[in-house]
């Protein structure tokens, strides 16, 4: 088989970028290990930034989002029983939209699907070969029957735990790595959300969250042990320890119910550099990976995607590599701001094992401070909202 881009994982940087590049005439394959119900049944990411927004919509797959997300004007921040909104776009004229990721990556399956775009899934053994060549290809199989695509390029969105960062050299490549004393322990619950925007608590309990899907899908996280596994929480126990760590006027009008899914995430903040060796560019979690804290994950995906893509168009419709070649160095400058800012609100929202008093004294202050202080919220929702492509 031959195409021009080979697009190894089908979560949404994959399927995105696929989704794009088809637009613009330009061929792909996408490779995914697992199968397409897999993929959706893993509950992510659910605060989408303009630019992700705006990104489904040049990929002509923004309607049901636009139908069914909700508008987000703001965020409620709380420690102790002291609660405080931040309003993005009094601040930056901006909003998010919450629309969970399942759908995000549904509504792209289905935009595939509808071109007729290749798509192999349960692919294993993949290895890319000749990234550093003109004789790039990638082998695979699936189902015991070994695979091999010719291509132009090769366009890793394969996650953290894909193959694509491995094919870089080690001599080449330099990682960045912080890993977080803590987890964070996620529901889903056919429940209406305790507040029609999210809340973001700091509590000497341990941070929470509480997000949402739609009117009646709640979406609550709780910060936990490493150790922890879902089985060791009960729901009951769940919703006692929520209701700890929000304010008391939350806690009293949470409705609870059972569980739809229950999983753990650990927190890292990771990056690898460079994000490109010869014809292979890696995009999303495969390059980076951040804390959910700042809800930037899926969003800075986005923004590799929008890189990538808008230099391989410029490549095939103009001849010019300039938009490659600028890639690596161009996704990078807003990964780490991503990372920042992502590391910077865990700081400020979590409870640590190792914190001093001075430490909590510090949080409470920077929290306080946040509240006050006009400038330092403009600061906080410009990053939330998206920094500038
Ligand atoms: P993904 O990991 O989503 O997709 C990679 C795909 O590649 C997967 O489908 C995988 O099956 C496939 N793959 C892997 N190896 C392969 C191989 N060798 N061959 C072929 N295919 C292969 N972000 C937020 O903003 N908010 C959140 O609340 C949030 N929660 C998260 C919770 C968890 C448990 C995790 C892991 C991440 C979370 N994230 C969150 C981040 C998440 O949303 C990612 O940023 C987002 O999925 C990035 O998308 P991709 O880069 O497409 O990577
Ligand atoms: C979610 O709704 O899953 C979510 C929202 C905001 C975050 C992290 C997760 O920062």
């Known amino acids: 088989m031959k195409t021009q881009v080979a697009i190894i994982g089908g979560g949404p940087s994959g399927l995105l970028l696929a989704q794009l590049l088809h637009r613009r005439g330009i061929d792909s394959v996408v490779l995914e290990r697992k199968t397409k119900d897999y993929v959706l049944g893993r509950i992510r990411a659910g605060v989408l930034e303009q630019g992700l927004v705006q990104l489904m919509q040049e990929a002509g797959c923004a309607d049901r989002l636009h139908a069914e997300g909700l ?10 029983d002291t609660m405080f909104r931040i309003d993005f776009t009094e601040h930056t004229g901006t909003p998010v939209i919450v629309y969970g990721q399942t759908e995000v990556t549904r509504d792209l399956y289905a935009a595939r699907e509808q071109a ?16 550093d ?11 015991g029957q070994a695979r091999r695509i010719d291509c132009d390029f090769v366009a890793g969105c394969d996650g953290f735990h894909g193959v694509s ?57 709780i910060q936990c042990s490493l150790s922890d ?6 729901d009951e126990a769940f919703w006692q320890e929520l209701k700890r760590r929000i304010p008391a006027d939350q806690a009293a009008r949470l409705v609870t119910g059972p569980s739809i899914e229950k999983s753990i995430a650990p927190l890292r903040s990771f990056v690898t550099e460079p994000m490109r060796w010869g014809r292979l560019f890696l995009c ?28 391989l168009r410029d490549f095939y419709e103009n001849g010019s590599s300039a938009g490659i070649d600028s890639y690596s160095q161009k996704a990078l400058a807003r990964v780490w701001k991503a990372e920042r800012f992502s590391w910077w609100f865990s700081s400020l929202m979590h409870r640590y094992p190792d914190q001093s008093e001075f430490d909590l004294k510090m949080q409470v202050a920077d929290l306080e401070f946040l509240r006050t202080n006009m400038a330092a919220q403009k600061a906080m929702a410009e990053n939330y909202i998206g920094l500038p492509y």
């Open 165 to 221: 960062r491995q094919t870089i050299p080690l001599d080449v490549r330099c990682e960045y790595e912080k890993v977080y004393p803590f987890g964070w322990l996620g529901i889903l619950s056919e429940t209406p959300p305790v507040n029609h925007e999210l809340i973001y608590a700091n509590s000497p309990r341990g941070f929470a969250l509480c997000s949402m899907r739609n009117d009646n899908l709640s979406r609550y996280y």
């Open 116 to 131: 007729g775009g290749a798509t192999e899934f349960n692919v294993d053994n993949v290895v890319i070969r000749g990234a």
């Open 284 to 311: 999303g979690d495969a390059a980076h990976i951040v804390p959910p804290t700042g809800a930037k994950g899926l969003n800075t995906a986005a923004s590799d995607v929008h890189y990538l893509y808008n230099g």
């Open 71 to 80: 508008v987000h004007d703001g965020t409620l921040i709380s420690y102790g």
């Open 133 to 143: 060549t003109d004789a790039c290809h990638v082998t695979y199989t699936v189902h």
């Open 229 to 234: 596994k879902p089985d060791d929480w009960t």
